[in-house]
């Protein structure tokens, strides 16, 4: 690492011109190949999946995405001559354009249905060739520029479905903007310098800005959801800021023991930056842990955010350094350099709000740890009513086409028009089809059933499926719960003494499906993280308490954020006011991330504490006096790594897109938890309570365990070396300034 840092700044122009040219270069071949993303939920093997099978095969035309093009008019009747007329040309020219299957309205001999008992909303089907996330660029865009075309002063059109949704308006960029000019702030704050300040902002930006070209690229790969890029770059930019804070934080300390500055940055670079690389190794491995669940879905998240991850720590140790030198002594305020020139190297001693609280800590550590359970227990209470499901487009922004043609169908037509039931199977002779003829009935009287479809038969007469539409909407529990209805009670007795096997599909249970199957596998999936994380910290600081505490820490952490997230977007505290509609279930794929992304963060700080600990526990063999002084050195840049981390995640909600919004408050929750009550509250007061205990391991686990250190022996000699020397150097200054005692030696 002190190789790879000097050739950094020795070559700083060389090192710049690189990473400059990498985000150029990925960047022009994102905009040259474009996007291809895919929220393709579909999980092979579940009924909703052989529902959608079946559905292709013997309906080749219906296997393209289905949306919908919903018109009202403000007086009148959508039967007016006028209006068929218009709205009739509209959806013969739609049919006509490339990429379009079918159009279905209501003016046709079966479209009776399509318009609404007032008669004032009616809506069209457009069945496309391909998915949604299989068409070519611009084919849903030209069916809305022409549904549009047909509006008029008394005629209102709207649009939904997944291709449409596609199709709109690419949000700009107010929320990166807020959270990097935050998080400038609180390291202006931090450094008093702002030359310091910019150097974390400007290697995360590079980096960041180079993964989310990447991830543009990685989509015409593997399939990669579309919030995948904006995730990565909330990751990035907290993870990539912080990373930058602390090696920039050991090159300001270096330069103030009187280091060049080639010799600050290698020495930070070696030391932190070790640091910075295992902690990036540990959040990799938790976002690569979701590969284990073998869902197409999840593999192009977790592979975009590990390499949006990678690209940060590459920044970091390379780019960093290089910047560092460009600076030279600005790194400090001026404050800072006028000291330095008058007083020369002294040593930094911990002083202020960190060392007391950190004696008070000491003190105290049965009381704040147990305020410190409490506060987490009562967060995580909400948890226990989590609902997995998917929201809708009726959580869109309200001046959406989508979320406009959302409201009109549910006004028109009832809410579950906008998430209708598939029932699919094979057919085997006039007994199957009897059977199928008298479900209509059955299903009819069925409780949540609002309508359902005569049946449909392809030309072979060997597959049919017929529509149900619920009478809630497809983010409703109700739905949920009449899909296992269905299942369960209904469709068995219509299949019996019959060879037909009814699969049920549709977006609801394609979600319902895709949800059961991250339950059944999060366990081990859980279970492999964790168990990675805890072998890496045992390797580490050669300790069996601490990667046990630290699982605790990072499922308490997860728990409490998670219960914040159902309280805000489950039970809808404050998601109205948030401009994220009303409450609703939880994306199924949210735990997975969430687990992973969070217990790579909490790592980061159990890394940066505990690391400083270990290295006064191994020179003193004191645990009291090692918590005490790693927590008083450590906690303030923590602390600030927090809250730049949290403003960045926070400021994501304002891009209106639930999903995102949701990321960003679990994410923030949970750093703040993590930072403010367990690292330094709960973490410190339990390392207290267990003494010794903390640093135990078996002798004959100590032998077979290979030896890694965060920080490399030669740097903490020399780091040591030099410490005595500037000690030494200013003897007297410490003499005179004896009442500012050092942390070290102040007992709790």
């Known amino acids: 690492m002190a190789a790879l840092a000097r050739w950094c700044v020795r070559r700083r122009l060389i090192t710049l011109l690189f990473w400059l040219l990498a985000l150029g270069g990925v960047a022009a071949g994102a905009l040259s190949a474009g996007s291809a993303y895919s929220n393709d939920y579909n999980v092979p093997g579940t009924e909703s999946g052989r529902a959608t099978e079946l559905l292709k095969e013997g309906f080749p035309a219906l296997g393209g995405d289905s949306d919908n093009v919903v018109w009202h008019t403000a007086s009148g009747s959508v039967r007016d001559p006028g209006v068929e007329q218009a709205m009739t040309r509209t959806l013969d020219r739609i049919g006509d354009l490339p990429g379009v299957a079918a159009v279905s309205g209501p003016y046709e001999d079966q479209g009776a249905g399509r318009v609404s008992q007032d008669g004032r909303t009616a809506y069209a089907t457009v069945t496309f060739e391909d998915q949604a996330k299989d068409m070519e660029a611009g084919e849903a865009a030209a069916v809305v520029r022409t549904a549009e075309a047909a509006e008029t002063d008394g005629l209102r059109v709207e649009l939904s479905g997944s291709a449409v ?43 960041v800005g180079t993964a989310y070209a990447g991830i543009v690229l990685l989509g015409h790969v593997m399939t990669v959801a579309d919030f995948a890029p904006m995730l990565g770059m909330l990751i990035g930019l907290g993870v990539g800021i912080d990373y930058a804070l602390f090696i920039v934080t050991r090159h300001r300390r270096g330069l103030k023991r009187g280091l060049t500055v080639t010799e600050a940055a290698t020495n930070a670079v070696a ?42 720590v590459a920044a970091s140790v390379t780019l960093l350094p290089s910047l560092l030198s460009f600076i030279g002594m600005r790194a400090l305020n001026r404050r800072e350099r006028r000291r330095l020139a008058e007083h020369g190297p002294e040593p930094e001693v911990p002083t202020g709000f960190a060392a007391r609280w950190s004696a008070f800590v000491e003190r105290h550590p049965k009381l704040l740890g147990a305020i410190a359970v409490v506060v987490m227990a009562v967060l995580a209470l909400p948890t226990l009513s989590l609902h997995l499901g998917t929201s809708d487009q009726g959580n869109d922004p309200k001046a959406s086409t989508t979320r406009q043609a959302y409201d009109l169908l549910a006004e028109g037509f009832g809410p579950g028009v906008n998430g209708p039931l598939t029932l699919v199977t094979e057919v085997d002779g006039a007994g199957d089809r009897l059977a199928l003829d008298n479900l209509g009935p059955a299903l009819r009287d069925t409780d949540g059933v609002a309508s359902v479809s005569p049946v449909t038969y392809d030309q072979g007469g060997d597959t049919a499926y017929l529509t149900v539409v619920p009478e809630s909407s497809p983010q409703s529990k109700q739905t949920s719960d009449l899909v296992d209805r269905l299942r369960a009670d209904v469709l068995p007795p219509a299949e019996s003494g019959t060879s037909l096997d009814l699969q049920v599909g549709g977006v609801t249970a394609g979600y319902d499906d895709f949800a059961d199957v991250i339950v059944d596998k999060l366990p081990l999936f859980v279970g492999v993280v964790v168990g990675l994380g805890c072998l890496l910290l045992l390797l580490a600081f050669r300790s069996i308490g601490i990667p046990l505490k630290a699982a605790a820490m990072n499922v308490a952490a997860v728990a409490a954020a998670f219960g914040v997230v159902v309280a805000i977007f489950q039970w809808g505290w404050g998601s109205e006011m948030l401009g994220l509609g009303p409450g609703g279930p939880i994306e199924p794929f949210l735990p997975v991330i969430m687990v992973s992304v969070l217990f790579g963060l909490s790592m980061d700080y159990q890394v940066f504490l505990v690391s400083r600990m270990y290295e006064e526990w191994l020179e003193t063999g004191d645990n009291r006096r090692a918590v005490r002084v790693g927590l008083a050195e450590t906690s303030r840049v923590i602390n600030s790594a927090a809250v730049i981390m949290i403003s960045v995640f926070l400021a994501f909600v304002l891009t209106g897109d639930r999903v995102i919004a949701m990321f960003g408050i679990a994410l923030a929750a949970a750093v703040a938890l993590d930072a403010f009550v367990l690292r330094t509250l709960l973490v410190p007061a339990l390392m207290h309570l267990l003494g010794g205990a903390n640093w135990w391991l078996p002798r004959w686990l100590d032998r077979v365990l290979p030896r890694i250190s965060i920080e490399p022996p030669e740097a903490r000699v020399a780091h040591e070396r030099l410490a005595a020397a500037t000690d030494a150097e200013v003897a007297d200054v410490l003499a005179e300034e004896e009442r500012q005692r050092d942390v070290r030696d102040t007992t709790g």
């Open 271 to 312: 030391t932190t930056g070790r640091a910075v690389v295992f902690a990036g190794a540990t959040v990799c491995i938790a976002l690569l842990g979701m590969l284990i669940l073998r869902l197409n879905f999840l593999n192009g998240v977790a592979v975009a955010a590990a390499l949006t991850v990678v690209l940060t």
């Open 165 to 207: 949704e596609t199709t709109g308006a690419a949000g700009g960029h107010t929320a990166e903007i807020v959270g990097v000019l935050v998080a400038a702030a609180v390291l202006f704050l931090a450094f008093g310098s702002l030359a310091a300040s910019l150097l974390p902002i400007a290697t995360a930006l590079v980096s």
